[in-house]
């Protein structure tokens, strides 16, 4: 992988770089280096301590910046991490900000010429050149179109996909080398790290796919007045430029000019957390990087979000799994969330439920001891996970972004309003969904999306009830009930045994035959009604 002049003269570049700010040290101290570690005189931090007086956070953080924007994005990402990382590392990583020089407006110009093809002129009519704002992978502008509507125009840098291409290779190199000879590196698995960020990074590239994710964050709050979301122009939006509405609103960091225009900031705060459960439980869509930069308020209090390009997204068993742990963490229930972490299989099946309680309450319970507006659940949440960690936790890539959210959602409402009380923001949001999900307004909704379907179906059960008779009385008959998911139901729920499936099949059976023959149907409807009753009575009696 380095055999190549570019790879080579890049890497004695980032070496340069590393040993200016006395990595060289660090990695003389590994695990690696134990045996021999006379090597260490060779060092020039050895002789030159100027670099090595800082923490090793705060040196592998500059570190990164020297290096350019993607290392930067992968340190931004890698500080989400909390479940694998030390948390001085951890802590340092997340100071890193998309502080990089813009690319020329000109160059800026050719993208969008190039993309269009079409003069610029052509396009909008007015493009400032000067950018708003620069970041790691693409840049701002202001523009006007003909009409006279604000936009902003967002460009991806040139030749950026190319330099990522290269860093990467170089990442997971090193990732390869450190899972290959450090005990410490394998825990850490960097190479799913890396992996993680290349799918992250490559997917910010596609301006399209950012323009779809604001579109559908648009929709779900259509009309809301806790969050705004531009509107996306997409005729005039390529893979490598994004046209949407220009949104004017105070950044949500600016505590001085929000207290002048009247915020209720006890509001704003609770508004934060209400968004937040709403897109993860409410929408499964939620916004990923919803750091300060890319919250703005609007004159009448409402938030304002920017940047698409990270957006996150949970299976309906990972909503319902994480919903219960939540109720479970308020109302201090250790043995139930001790419980769901096994059966939704994010620690091994055998693990002893009570060992897992013990180990879960002697890290909450001191926490608890605060008042509930000084406890950071966010932080409860990490030191979960790293609890989790010694009973072999598997890493949940799904819920790594769920977090980093929520420790920037958290952050954000207690720098508003110090007093933020999270939990009883949040707890009523959470009994409502679960009572939407297990009661008869789920079961309601379930039949409503069903229905179009079974329609389609009725007419040809006749046909199929008569074949599978048909079969039975010749002695053909073979049922198959082998599957993936069903494989995987078993598993968590091995512990119960088949007459408890049976009944809560043959009384689903029984409920849903109630309904369809209460109802004026179709013949059909009623002998397929009538056919589920017998089935659904004799699945309970045998």
């Not at 340069?16 to 060289?24: F, I, S, T, Y």
């Not at 936009?151 to 080398?177: C, F, Q, S, T, W």
């Not at 207290?259 to 006890?266: G, L, Q, R, T, Y």
């Not at 933020?420 to 079961?443: C, H, V, Y």
Request: net charge neutral; hydrophobic share 45%; with cysteine.
């Amino acid at each position: 992988m380095f055999k190549t002049a570019s790879h080579f003269f890049h890497l004695f570049f980032i070496s340069r770089v590393m040993l200016r700010h006395g990595l060289d040290e660090l990695l003389l101290q590994t695990h690696l280096f134990k045996g021999v570690q006379l090597v260490r005189v060779f060092s020039p931090s050895f002789w030159f301590k100027k670099n090595t007086q800082a923490p090793r956070g705060e040196r592998i953080r500059k570190t990164l910046e020297d290096l350019g924007p993607i290392f930067v994005k992968f340190g931004q990402i890698l500080s989400t991490r909390r479940d694998l990382l030390p948390d001085d590392l951890a802590d340092e990583l997340a100071k890193l900000q998309d502080q990089v020089p813009p690319f020329s407006g000109d160059v800026a110009v050719e993208i969008i010429e190039q993309q269009f093809k079409q003069p610029i002129d052509d396009i909008f009519a007015q493009f400032e050149r000067t950018p708003l704002a620069s970041a790691s992978i693409a840049q701002v502008h202001t523009a006007k179109m003909k009409d006279g509507r604000e936009m902003i125009v967002k460009v991806v840098r040139p030749n950026i996909e190319k330099v990522i291409r290269r860093d990467l290779a170089l990442l997971y190199a090193i990732a390869g080398k450190l899972e290959k000879y450090s005990a410490d590196g394998r825990r850490l698995r960097p190479t799913e790290v890396v992996e993680e960020f290349e799918k992250n990074i490559i997917d910010e590239l596609d301006l399209m796919r950012e323009a779809a994710n604001a579109s559908q964050l648009r929709r779900n709050f259509n009309d809301s007045p806790l969050l705004y979301i531009p509107e996306v122009d997409w005729e005039h939006c390529r893979k490598k430029v994004m046209v949407m509405e220009r949104i004017h609103g105070m950044p949500v960091t600016n505590m001085t000019d929000l207290k002048a225009m009247d915020i209720d900031f006890k509001k704003l705060a609770e508004m934060g957390v209400e968004i937040f459960f709403t897109q993860v439980f409410r929408d499964n869509f939620f916004h990923a990087d919803m750091h300060p930069g890319n919250i703005f308020v609007s004159n009448t209090g409402q938030y304002i979000a920017i940047d698409f390009g990270i957006m996150g997204s949970l299976s309906s068993e990972d909503q319902r799994y994480l919903a219960e742990n939540f109720l479970a963490f308020f109302n201090r229930d250790y043995y139930r969330v001790a419980e769901l972490h096994v059966l939704s299989g994010w620690v091994p099946t055998d693990t002893r439920i009570d060992d897992f309680e013990s180990a879960i309450r002697s890290v909450c319970e001191p926490i608890f001891q605060k008042p509930l507006h000084e406890i950071s659940f966010g932080q409860l949440l990490l030191r979960l996970f790293q609890t989790a960690r010694r009973f072999n936790m598997e890493v949940q890539p799904q819920l790594v972004l769920l977090q980093k959210t929520l420790l920037n959602i958290e952050g954000l409402g207690r720098q508003l309003y110090p007093k933020l009380d999270l939990w009883d923001t949040a707890k009523p949001f959470l009994e409502n969904w679960m009572k939407e999900q297990l009661g008869l307004r789920s079961f309601a909704k379930q039949i409503k999306h069903n229905a179009p379907l079974w329609i389609e179906q009725l007419p040809e059960f006749p046909n199929k009830v008569f074949d599978v008779v048909n079969q039975a009385q010749k002695g053909k008959l073979s049922i198959n009930y082998k599957s993936e998911a069903l494989n995987r139901i078993e598993e968590k729920i091995e512990t119960q045994n088949k007459m408890t499936i049976q009944a809560i099949l043959s009384g689903a059976l029984l409920i849903s035959s109630a309904i369809l023959y209460s109802n004026q149907m179709l013949p059909e409807a009623q002998i397929l009604a009538a056919i589920s009753v017998v089935g659904g009575l004799w699945a309970w009696l045998k």
